[in-house]
């Protein structure tokens, strides 16, 4: 028998099993009653910094920033631990609001930050107060990006970010009023109900606290309300309903009867919640309902039909997005569920290509998306050229399978739309398959290609890269030196869509390219206005908060 | 009966060529890429693994075909139950169950016994490989525990708790996975040659595409990236195998630097593979299944395990003696003297 274990050494060994940070822990506040901003304004309006000491170190968190803001979602790369990522993005957030939270928030409306990005600013903003902190902006002027940053989140990752203010304990009005407006006006709420009754219930309850939450649950179940419930359902749930009619509609009550875990003693009559009690006992009647709900009806209830009933039945139900993404599933049980190309994102385009293979329709929409893309774009060439780095490493992870090749073979796209007259092409790596497609394979020797392209003199060259080189290391970076000694100034980009979290930013091939960090195509204005910030850092702050202007005025549009 | 056959280095990697070099700090991968693929064996990696008790390592081959386990494969699981290692190469039936009684604890003060299942297979680091060969054929599973024990401590893990290999793969985890993404897979690869400093630490060849792809993170992350990354700690430089650029003076000019450095590398780089191709070593035959049998090797500066059917080599992984790389050190630091 191995030595007996003391509970030092137990505990040692458990804790090396951890293989990431908790969900609870990416999401922790840290407190900072004592932070200084390092930026302020003057009484005219200019950007001033503590001193130069601050000064380098905002320039250092707003880079680092952009860099992870735009590409790194927390998960695991092909190279780096999802623990090694999710730490550096908790201290690059932290950073940054350090800084300035008004340069925070504004940061975090930009087109192109990440979802969780945008999550983690929330929980960061809202559950800090500002005290003596000098922001760039008003509580009014913060409260408005903070709308815009919960309008602009998909529910499933909004009720995510309840969950983390409830085990953050964040239960100001201002939560409250953000969670409940959220859910109730959404427009969904008997479809959300059915889908997401857990999560809305952990949401509800931290809203209108455990008390009430009960005293609701047991009016509701009630056949009728008299005028004190009445008005008490109204002010802890009605207040926060915009919709005159749905304020006063049965639809409201028995959803948040449904969502708090009630019964109504005369039973459900909204649709979609008594489909969900009639397919427990017969299948069938659950159609309408969410793919996801009615699976888990059938794996209590039904265990004998087929998985692909429920993709049958519940087809109707499906947003796009999820009609692409069970493709696989549905062929395999034969159930025909078609979908709509032109409503996907080019990158969830490609990777559904990647998987499934190109076909024509896939292939218009992708060549539609990127042709808006690149209009969007402030810039455009006469001629650029294109470095593809397809080799192995470009695969992904099993979380994020395809997904770095996926959207480098979306920028490629953009990228050549950018040019008026030709870009030109050179593909490192991989197996060139038909549509367009290129299957991640081989080394990465990129010196070559990158000089090929500066041949044909172009306007600009983009390498497009994980930034991990081999055949051999550091050789693009000799050829970039080389370039520049020859007078060759042609500006050189590296587009990256992974993070090298311990590094906080891109994994560089050379000092003379231009880090373009993105996760999508469309985040590289973003990657654009770290150029600005790295040239003039007060005058490239200036520009960035009056991107966000629009927004901080309350106006829509604005961070484009 | 036990047979004892001559063979060289260049048995072992015929069928295969060289493919281009990949470099990254002090390590140099020189892939080798074959047509032959044989596709009869498969590697461990969809293998069901358990440990039955301390130093006894179960595998069950659930597929149709043979399955050869790499020496020195380990199992770094997230179980409370203690990690074990190979110190051999394994061979189980296709659809058969096989348990290995000379399996080695590697997680010294964790109890418990692994369950069944498809766990991530790791290649024990460089530095430990040739004593659990030495140790292959002993029965006991504590064998291995002094010598993590020194690898943490020479490595400077903090903490050091004696044989954890765990805390070790923990502790550099980045730097260790950093080394997946820098040595890639190329096409039709089976094999590669992996020098750290200039000098060939080991030569590794598998039976087919699929088992090269299956094995080979393990390979590069634990094992030689280990070693490469211990040999950088100590402040190794970009080896004399890599060559620079030279100065250009037109664009033109440049593209033929880069192809001149290319060559260059390739050749110096072939001159010390081919110095060892001729290598004679013993083989000794120690285990069969299937048809196929493992062979131990030994020749001068390598040791390590072949799986030979008939006269051709499927499998092979030989690693270099440290003996060899300390008399290598030693005669690239300190010159032959003359007058």
């Known amino acids: 028998m191995p030595k007996r274990t003391t509970t030092k050494k137990k505990a040692a060994a458990r804790e090396s099993k951890k293989s990431a940070v908790s969900p609870k822990e990416m999401f922790a506040l840290v407190k900072r009653e004592d932070v200084r901003s390092a930026v302020v304004t003057t009484k005219s309006g200019e950007i001033q910094f503590q001193s130069e000491k601050a000064m380098q170190k905002v320039r250092e968190s707003l880079l680092s920033f952009i860099d992870m803001a735009g590409t790194a979602s927390g998960q695991s790369t092909y190279y780096d631990s999802k623990e090694g990522q999710q730490k550096t993005i908790m201290r690059l957030h932290d950073s940054l609001l350090d800084a300035n939270r008004g340069l925070y928030a504004a940061m975090l409306t930009f087109p192109g930050i990440n979802d969780v990005h945008k999550q983690l600013g929330i929980i960061r903003l809202v559950g800090s107060g500002i005290g003596r902190d000098s922001s760039l902006l008003t509580e009014e002027q913060e409260g408005r990006l903070v709308s815009h940053l919960i309008e602009s989140l998909p529910i499933q990752r909004l009720l995510k970010l309840f969950g983390h203010m409830k ?51 047991t009016i509701l179940s009630k056949p009728v309300m008299d005028e004190r419930e009445q008005m008490f359902f109204d002010s802890a749930v009605g207040h926060f309903v915009r919709d005159p009619i749905l304020r006063k509609s049965t639809v409201l009550r028995e959803c948040v009867c449904f969502i708090l875990g009630g019964k109504p003693a005369a039973g459900y009559t909204v649709d979609l919640i008594r489909r969900y009690y009639d397919a427990r006992a017969a299948l069938d009647s659950g159609q309408g309902l969410p793919r996801e709900t009615l699976e888990g009806i059938r794996s209590i209830y039904h265990k004998k039909e087929p998985k692909g009933k429920v993709l049958e039945l519940s087809k109707v139900a499906m947003s796009e997005g999820d009609k692409m993404r069970v493709q696989k599933a549905a062929k395999e049980a034969g159930v025909d569920i078609k979908f709509d190309p032109s409503k996907q994102d080019i990158v969830s385009l490609y990777v559904y290509a990647l998987e499934q293979g190109m076909t024509a329709d896939i292939r218009r929409a992708a060549d539609k998306k990127a042709e808006e893309i690149a209009r969007s774009l402030p810039l455009s060439y006469n001629r650029v050229g294109i470095v593809l780095d397809a080799s192995m490493s470009m695969f992904g992870t099993k979380e994020a399978k395809r997904r770095p090749l996926a959207i480098a073979l979306a920028m490629r796209e953009v990228l050549s739309r950018m040019a008026r007259d030709a870009a030109y092409e050179k593909v490192v790596g991989g197996a060139e398959a038909s549509g367009g497609l290129v299957y991640p394979q081989g080394d990465t020797s990129l010196a070559e290609a990158v000089l090929e392209m500066v041949e044909r003199q172009p306007d600009a060259v983009f390498v497009i890269t994980d930034g991990y080189e081999n055949a051999p290391a550091g050789r693009v970076n000799e050829v970039a030196k080389a370039l520049r000694s020859l007078g060759i100034l042609t500006p050189m980009y590296q587009v990256t869509s992974v993070i090298d979290a311990g590094a906080g930013g891109v994994r560089s091939l050379s000092d003379e390219m231009i880090p373009l960090p993105v996760s999508r195509p469309a985040g590289i204005g973003l990657a654009m206005v770290r150029a600005a910030l790295e040239a003039d850092l007060p005058n490239g702050i200036k520009a960035l908060v009056g991107l966000a202007k629009p927004l901080i005025e309350g106006k829509k549009g604005g961070g484009k | 009966m036990k047979v004892t056959e001559k063979m060289t280095v260049a048995d072992m990697l015929r069928g295969c060529a060289a493919g281009r070099i990949q470099s990254v700090g002090c390590m140099q991968v020189i892939p080798l890429v074959s047509d032959i693929s044989d596709d009869r064996f498969v590697a461990p990696d969809e293998a069901e693994v358990s440990t039955k008790d301390y130093g006894t390592l179960v595998f069950r081959n659930t597929s149709d075909k043979t399955m050869i386990v790499p020496p020195q494969t380990a199992y770094v699981v997230n179980q409370m139950a203690q990690d074990h290692a190979l110190p051999h190469a394994g061979l189980v039936k296709a659809k058969a169950l096989k348990a290995y009684k000379t399996a080695m604890c590697i997680q010294q003060t964790q109890g418990g016994l692994i369950l069944s299942g498809k766990h991530q297979m790791v290649i024990l680091p460089f530095v430990l490989r040739e004593q659990a060969h030495r140790l292959r054929k002993d029965v006991d599973f504590r064998r291995l525990w002094d010598a993590i024990g020194q690898l943490n401590t020479d490595s400077g893990v903090p903490t050091v708790s004696g044989g954890h ?175």
């Open chain 2, 165 to 339: 290999l765990d805390v070790f793969l923990k502790h550099f985890e980045k730097e260790l996975n950093a080394f997946v993404a820098e040595f890639e897979p190329v096409d039709r690869q089976v094999g590669a040659i992996v020098m750290i400093g200039g000098r060939v630490v080991g030569i590794e060849r598998t039976p087919n595409y699929a088992y090269w792809k299956a094995v080979w993170p393990a390979l590069i992350r634990e094992c030689y990236g280990s070693l490469a990354m211990m040999t950088e700690k100590k402040g190794a430089k970009i080896p004399e195998t890599r060559v620079p650029l030279r100065k250009a003076t037109s664009v033109a000019d440049l593209k033929a630097a880069l192809g001149e450095a290319a060559e260059a590398e390739r050749s110096k780089t072939a001159g010390i593979v081919n110095g060892l191709l001729q290598v004679s070593m013993t083989s000794e035959s120690e285990d069969s299944e299937s048809g196929v049998h493992i062979d131990s090797v030994a020749g001068e500066g390598f040791v390590g395990q072949v799986v030979k059917d008939g006269p051709a080599v499927v499998y092979g992984s030989l690693i270099a003696k440290q003996e060899k790389l300390k008399k290598e050190e030693w005669e690239a630091k300190a010159k032959p003297f003359a007058m």
């Open chain 1, 167 to 217: 085990d953050n304990r964040i239960n100001n009005s201002r939560t409250k009023r953000i969670i409940l407006t959220t859910v109730l006006n959404g427009g969904s709420l008997e479809f959300w109900s059915v889908k997401y009754r857990r999560k809305l219930r952990t949401a509800m309850v931290h809203a209108v606290g455990r008390s009430r939450a009960s005293a609701l649950r």
